[in-house]
């Protein structure tokens, strides 16, 4: 018998879609046993599984599982934590033996009806075309049966909780003495909550812990260290405690979201500077990549300490790959995935992050905020996101690039359209992960910023989209 997932949920790097709507067990179930036969094709048998803290996960994974061992797989299942820890368990034989695949169940920083699918295979991502393919192998005659003489696989539990803290807090490198750096961190009630509490205790210093509770109703803010917002608990903690930085999370722990000492945000271009500077230290001449919705200061910034600076589209499972293809050390997207190849795995891991981060503080004459204070100075916009239905954002902004076009302006087109001119840049993709469409401009002045800001709502209001203030 067939299966036939929402085509709003086969997404370009995972698969998400709002459960009980357009994701049920079932869809769990197909994909457990489609993975299973991808699995076999590709020579492997053995297959990790986790799952995030949303409150649908469960069941998600359970069905998954019985999916993946129906179709012949042998399972491991690591348990409940953040998307990361997946990551680690695929990478690595660990005390477990190793594995030929992952599936993470997570809903990633999405609100907490959603949930969905990470994937690895072969110890790299698995996305794009191979996401779509097995919409296409859902669809044909007897995909969900078993083949003919084959055994169910084994199930088994495995916790890597242990090892994975520990190989995190192994690449601190910062020292033990002194007063040490003042931390706060911000689970924010997701799958990071657990690890983080372990880690701090191995760790110098003094830190401070917020919503570390692991809650799929996320009741202290929303997920999402890149929406202001959702960063002010954390700010007004830093202020309260005297520390020296804040450093907060997503709901699975693959993106990071920073603050100085001062409450003043640290955006993961900015953030990137202060680690690929540290790296080029050690690498000269080496590649650091970047998305397109970096700002230009990163790009010059990295020429500037001597690297070279890397622009492609946005996306994890895209940059993961390029980082593996280029043997670059160090790649990152505005949006606080940060992939360290450096010493690490190249996979994107908000919680290790953080700690190479708190080392290259740990080391330096400098505090944050005196390294944010010295950047060049531009006035951006965040991430905007304007609400879009999945089947037109991308027409959207077809229709832009197209009117880009035709007017002969300077662009950059690898993920939708980055325009520049005389006042700096504009941005407008269509997100993978969310019914959106992504805006983002950039100037050297507040009148350039203005100006620009105009311009991306005169491309808008055809679309029946309006620029939100900002």
């Not at 459960?19 to 053995?46: I, K, N």
């Not at 599984?49 to 797989?73: F, N």
């Not at 979201?257 to 690498?283: E, H």
């Not at 507040?446 to 005169?458: C, D, F």
């Amino acid at each position: 018998m067939a299966h036939r997932f929402d085509p709003t949920i086969l997404r370009e790097y995972d698969i998400r879609g709002i459960v009980g709507t357009t994701l049920f067990p079932a869809d769990a179930h197909a994909l457990g046993r489609l993975f299973a036969q991808t699995l076999a094709d590709s020579g492997g048998r053995r297959v990790a599984v986790g799952y995030d803290g949303r409150l649908t996960s469960p069941e998600l994974e359970a069905a998954l599982v019985e999916g993946l061992a129906a179709g012949g797989a042998d399972v491991v299942r690591i348990g409940r934590g953040p998307t990361p820890m997946l990551y680690y368990a695929a990478a690595t034989p660990g005390t477990y033996g190793g594995v030929d695949g992952g599936i993470m169940v997570t809903g990633s920083h999405n609100p907490p009806d959603h949930n969905g699918f990470k994937l690895v295979l072969g110890g790299k991502p698995f996305f794009g075309e191979a996401i779509q393919k097995l919409g296409a192998m859902a669809l044909e005659p007897g995909s969900s049966e078993r083949p003919p003489n084959q055994s169910p696989g084994r199930v088994e539990r495995h916790s890597v909780f242990d090892e994975y803290v520990a190989r995190i807090a192994r690449d601190y490198d910062g020292p033990f003495g002194g007063r040490g750096l003042s931390v706060a961190w911000d689970c924010g009630n997701g799958a990071t909550g657990e690890v983080v509490a372990r880690l701090v205790q191995q760790l110098p210093g003094r830190h401070i812990l917020l919503n570390e509770t692991i809650d799929g109703n996320f009741p202290a803010h929303h997920p999402d260290p890149t929406v202001a917002e959702n960063l002010v608990q954390l700010q007004q903690a830093v202020a309260a405690g005297g520390c020296d930085l804040g450093i907060g999370f997503d709901g699975d722990g693959d993106r990071i979201g920073v603050v100085d000492a001062r409450g003043r945000i640290m955006w993961g271009d900015q953030l990137l500077i202060v680690l690929a500077r540290d790296v080029l230290s050690r690498n000269p001449g080496a590649s650091i990549i970047a998305d397109v919705k970096a700002s230009q200061v990163l790009f010059d910034e990295i020429a500037r300490a001597g690297g070279k600076p890397v622009m492609m589209e946005t996306g994890h499972s895209l940059i993961k790959a390029r980082l593996a293809a280029t043997g670059a050390p160090l790649a990152g997207e505005m949006s606080g995935h940060i992939f360290f190849a450096e010493r690490y795995y190249g996979f994107d891991d908000a919680v290790y992050v953080a700690v190479r981060l708190l080392g290259i503080l740990a080391r330096s004459d400098e505090t944050l905020a005196d390294m944010l204070d010295k950047l060049p100075p531009v006035f951006n916009t965040p991430e905007l996101r304007l609400e879009c239905d999945d089947t037109a954002k991308f027409a959207v902004v077809a229709e832009v690039l197209e009117r880009q076009r035709r007017r002969g302006a300077e662009i950059v087109d690898i993920d939708g359209v980055r325009v520049r001119n005389s006042d700096g840049w504009w941005l407008m993709r269509p997100s993978n992960t969310q019914a959106v469409i992504v805006v983002r401009a950039e100037s050297t002045s507040p009148e350039g910023l203005e100006r620009l800001k105009q311009q991306l709502a005169a491309e808008l209001a055809p679309s029946g989209l309006v620029l939100p203030p900002y």
